[in-house]
């Protein structure tokens, strides 16, 4: 359910230091590479993480999917370790690892038990400098990927009407493109691109070192310098995207393609962190969507019956602004323009009328808990760390969280007001066609 | 049911966060993977077990490095428990525990957990159903208090059964849109039959029409009792201090007698059978399997270590090695058992365009062919054992994750000293035992083969 998502989109935003000072020893390298480590002896389990700052901001035009390609290959070996084989190293050692790629950054996790935490430190430090990129790999992990986005994409009518959406909201910004790229984009990314690419942005200074766990932080450091300290460093020469101008009237997109029920999606672009509007921005998200007895799922799915799920989401932890999301399904049966009326609706009026306090502090309770609950796990920890670090610096939670505090009903209703109006909004809708044929 | 599978703990924020290799996250955790448990000299599992008066067994670890308590209680009442007509009683019946007690309203319980930031979620399983708190400390007595109402008072009110029937039907519609919702519908059909297993945990719009808010409410009384159930807490929290709340808030939870019921056991023959789903797809979404092994099944750990090996080790696995790492035929492959407490399915599932299913499946096949016809290398045999028993460790890292563990030894009866047995278990694991539980439970000629694609595209030969 969707409103689920948003209590762990802010897992990821809220931290730790203020309520329950974890100790955070911040490091630079020589070469310019920052290193956070955060020591946690609660279980034998430590997470070596490593961000760079790159990610689909950074992609050259007709090239989308690059940083994620990129990001599978990186798996394939190196001179040293030969190809394929990381993984099975970590997972011999009882670890786990994977990575993921954003709009802008790419950022790889390994999670051991914490006497095999020295590992990653070689791996990470070997796959930043030597990788193969061998040929051959290229063109297999190509079509992995196309299957990926086959998967993801072709074939999940939601995804697909959320990947029109964006492409119609943003004119000229990269964030129009999907991170995991366009069909025939993939298929045109050569070995070379990928290179040239990795040569430019898998370097020191363009990558910060999260260590959370049941570690020792000067043991840690002595085998970090050993093996990132002298790896070459060169300036990122990054250019600055598009700037994308002021929407100043609705865009509609449908999709008409196999599928059951109808759906829509509404995105308004909004600003992102720090903007002194995103804290409200966050908790009038949550007095809309933070659990089933907010606004969304209490008026659609529950009195008017017409949904079966109804959602609000927005991260303002981007780079550049991005959106904010409304997504509902029609129950059967129901009329999706009354499912968008339904959710203009609860627009309208949280923009004529100030939310209740209890609401706001529901909201801030929210917040506040799920940053505790957070803690729980070493690998959300560093995940959040990793996320400020992206936006400039991890003291920023800080901000962030006083930022929220602050908060009133009135800055709720403004952020309405400023943001979510007709001229500002792409609406996307799902328009199901045929109906599914079995053969036995 | 557990699944032996290897889990990649990722999320997706808004469809903009990749990774390499996402295994189907809703899918993998909704279960305790107790088989990929094992336990080290450094970090045994610490917990007490008690049985009250009511015969409710009450598990405890205690942890105070964060002030957050866990919950988690099992209800031995599930799928299997349903008659075939009512099917999607028992998640019927999870689904309204939340929707209305004898002082709360629906909107009264969700306003109240949602304003301390606490969760109280319910899930209806093949063989019980939990009922999940997760809280912060400061709001224990708060959460307690919401978690006894809605166990011991719920009234399952007619007007939210009607709402939650309707819900329902709507969800199951709209995962019709899902071609791995379809492949694994079709799949459990064929494998479990008439067994409950087989069908599908929120039943279908038929059987939900014609369930009873009576049926619901006889379920309740005859299944929701502390003598059929596990209560397991995790965190900052003293045993006097659960005492204290136990006392407080579940002290009336009555026993009753049980009815004892022969639960039955799916048939376990292997039949070929070939299901075709078209649909207008660019994939084909694959699963070919058959009938697996019981929770209790002695060729468990061994199933174990050759499933591992076999496509179920993620990277390290040979299904992941050929399909993807050499063909580049697919995203994601692997293989899994569900072992249930009374039988099981073993399964292998991959996506790939349509056009590539045959070459696809003869792959599967031929690696199947592989694993029962010789004997696996000594590197992959040792790598498996030290994955199994080393990570360990990352699976009770945190509290939520030893709550839902030891609910779960308990239900399967592995002892709380299951931690310290699991390595030997697992090290004890041959060769030939490989090649033998490969050999019983893969099948390679009388298998189930639900293929969901563009079929005219896919041209199967199967």
């Not at chain 1, 670890?95 to 390994?110: C, L, S």
Request: hydrophobic share 40%.
């Amino acid at each position: 359910m969707k409103y689920v998502r948003i209590i762990i989109a802010f897992l990821f935003i809220l931290i730790p230091i203020t309520v329950y000072g974890s100790d955070i020893k911040e490091y630079k390298l020589k070469n310019g590479m920052k290193v956070i480590i955060v020591e946690e002896h609660k279980a034998p389990v430590a997470t070596f993480q490593i961000w760079y700052r790159v990610g689909l901001r950074e992609e050259p035009a007709g090239k989308s999917g690059m940083s994620h390609l990129l990001e599978h290959m990186m798996f394939k070996g190196t001179s040293r370790y030969g190809p394929s084989v990381l993984t099975k190293i970590v997972q011999k050692n009882g670890g786990t690892d994977n990575a993921h790629t954003t709009k802008d950054h790419t950022a790889y996790f390994e999670i051991v038990p914490s006497d095999r935490i020295m590992l990653p430190v070689e791996l990470e430090a070997d796959r930043m400098n030597n990788l193969i990129l061998d040929s051959k790999d290229v063109l297999s992990e190509r079509s992995v990927v196309m299957e990926e986005r086959r998967l993801r994409y072709e074939d999940d009518p939601q995804n697909s009407l959320f990947e029109e959406v964006v492409a119609a909201a943003f004119k000229v910004h990269p964030y129009q493109r999907p991170v995991i790229g366009w069909m025939s984009e993939i298929k045109s990314i050569e070995r070379e691109d990928l290179y040239s690419y990795y040569k430019t942005y898998y370097s020191p200074g363009n990558a910060v070192i999260i260590i959370v766990g049941d570690v020792n932080a000067d043991e840690m450091m002595k085998k970090v310098r050993e093996h990132f300290e002298a790896l070459p460093s060169e300036p990122v020469d990054k250019q600055m995207p598009s700037v994308e101008p002021e929407q100043k009237g609705e865009r509609r997109v449908t999709l008409k393609r196999e599928a059951e029920l109808p759906f829509i999606i509404l995105a308004y672009h909004t600003p992102n962190f720090p903007h002194e509007d995103n804290y409200a921005l966050d908790v009038l998200t949550l007095i809309l969507s933070g659990g089933k007895s907010t606004r969304l799922y209490q008026s659609l799915v529950y009195e008017k019956k017409i949904a079966i799920s109804a959602s609000a989401d927005y991260s303002s932890f981007n780079i550049d602004p991005y959106l904010f999301y409304f997504f509902a399904s029609a129950a059967p049966g129901k009329d999706i323009k009354d499912v968008e009326e339904a959710l203009f609706a609860e627009v309208e009026k949280i923009k004529k009328e100030q939310p209740s306090e209890r609401e706001v502090q529901k909201a801030k309770n929210q917040i506040e808990a799920s940053f505790i609950m957070e803690q729980d796990s070493i690998y959300m920890q560093a995940m959040k760390y990793g996320m400020f670090e992206m936006l400039g610096d991890w003291r920023l939670i800080d901000k962030y969280l006083e930022g929220i505090r602050k908060v009133t009903a009135e800055d709720v209703m403004n952020v309405a007001r400023k943001y979510l109006k007709e001229e500002n909004r792409t609406a996307g809708i799902l328009i199901p066609t045929k109906k599914v044929d079995s053969i036995q | 049911m557990e699944k032996i599978n290897l889990t990649y703990a990722t999320d997706r924020l808004n469809g903009v966060l990749f990774n390499r290799y996402q295994v189907f996250v809703s899918v993998i955790f909704m279960l305790c993977t107790v088989c990929c448990l094992l336990s080290t000299n450094v970090f045994a599992l610490d917990a007490k077990r008690n049985v009250l008066s009511n015969g409710l067994v009450v598990l405890h670890s205690e942890n105070h490095s964060l002030p957050v308590v866990m919950v988690t209680l099992i209800v031995k009442a599930g799928q299997i428990d349903e008659p075939k007509e009512k099917a999607g009683l028992a998640n019927l019946l999870s689904e309204l525990l939340t929707e209305g007690t004898e002082k709360r309203k629906s909107k009264d319980i969700s306003e109240e957990i949602d304003f301390i930031g606490a969760s109280l979620d319910t899930s209806a399983g093949g063989d019980y159903t939990t009922v999940t708190l997760s809280v912060l400390k400061k709001d224990i007595r708060k959460g307690f208090d919401l978690f006894s109402d809605i166990l011991l008072h719920p009234m399952f009110p007619q007007a939210e059964l009607e709402r939650k029937r309707e819900q329902i039907k709507g969800f199951l519609k709209q995962r019709e849109e899902e071609p791995s919702f379809l492949a694994e519908r079709a799949f459990k059909k064929e494998v479990f039959g008439e067994h409950p297993y087989g069908r599908l945990i929120e039943g279908y719009p038929e059987t939900i029409d014609v369930i009873k808010r009576d049926d619901i409410v006889k379920f309740h009384s005859s299944y929701f009792l502390p003598n059929n159930s596990i209560l397991s807490v995790a965190g900052d929290l003293t045993s006097h201090e659960l005492d204290a709340l136990m006392n407080e808030y579940l002290a009336e939870w009555k026993p009753h007698g049980l009815v004892k019921k022969d639960r039955g056991r799916p048939d376990e023959k292997k039949i070929k059978k070939v299901i075709k789903i078209d649909k207008d797809l660019t994939q084909a979404n694959i699963i070919l399997g058959n009938p697996g092994i019981s929770r209790d099944n002695p060729d468990y750990y061994a199933v174990a270590v050759m499933n591992y090996i076999f496509g179920g080790g993620g990277f390290s696995s040979r299904l992941m090695h050929s399909i993807r790492e050499k063909m580049g035929l697919a995203y994601d492959v692997h293989s899994f058992f569900a072992a249930y407490k009374e039988g099981g399915s073993f399964q292998i599932g991959l996506q790939t365009k349509n056009e590539s299913a045959n070459t696809a499946i003869g792959e599967i096949l031929k690696q199947a062919e592989g694993i029962i016809g010789e004997y696996v290398s000594d590197e992959e045999l040792s790598d498996a054992k030290s994955y199994l028993t080393g990570s360990f460790k990352r699976r009770l890292d945190t509290t939520r994750k030893i709550a839902d563990f030891i609910a779960s030894i308990e239900f399967y009866n592995l002892g709380l000293d299951y931690d310290k047995k699991y390595p030997d278990y697992i090290n004890a694991v041959t060769k030939d035992d490989l090649l033998r539980v490969a050999k019983k439970y893969l099948a390679t000629e009388n298998f189930v083969l639900v293929v969901v694609a563009n079929q005219k595209k896919a041209g199967l030969k199967y």
